[in-house]
């Protein structure tokens, strides 16, 4: 019953900008360790933002300065502003969520995508130069 459904998603120009969006259902997502994931093709799956139950945000290296995570608490919906983006920012996005509701980090690594039980099914993000 657990949906996870990412929207806003598109073809955009390097440094513009683009705002997705992940309607959650099934579960209040203000409890959960939730996150954006981006694969590009030919490339692993990585880490882009994470917002835990007490709203602790972590960002991936690549991503920091330019992209923003929220949520509205009322209509159980996660953000990512993506902000000034470049080619490679080129992937498909994914929601994720972690019942666990907290962030975690090992090895210096923050983003643990077998963690995560429930995915979106991704939004395309092209960004041309």
């Known amino acids: 019953q657990v949906q996870l459904v990412e929207s806003g998603g598109g073809s955009v120009q390097a440094g513009g900008s683009l705002t997705l969006s992940c309607v959650a259902s099934?579960?209040?997502?203000?409890?959960?360790?939730m996150a954006w994931f981006r694969q590009a093709p030919g490339e692993e799956r990585e880490g882009v933002a994470s917002?835990?139950?007490?709203?602790?945000?972590t960002y991936a290296d690549s991503v920091k300065g330019r992209f923003t995570i929220s949520r509205d608490h009322a209509k159980n919906t996660l953000y990512l502003q993506m902000n000034s983006v470049k080619p490679e920012d080129t992937a498909m996005y994914y929601c994720?969520?972690?019942?666990?509701?907290?962030?975690?980090?090992?090895?210096?690594?923050?983003?643990?995508?077998?963690?995560?039980?429930?995915w979106g099914q991704g939004t395309q993000v092209t960004v041309s130069s």
């Open positions: 917002i835990d139950s007490d709203d602790k945000i």
């Open positions: 099934g579960f209040y997502h203000s409890n959960y360790l």
């Open positions: 994720a969520a972690d019942r666990s509701g907290i962030t975690y980090c090992q090895g210096g690594h923050c983003f643990e995508a077998t963690r995560y039980n429930s």
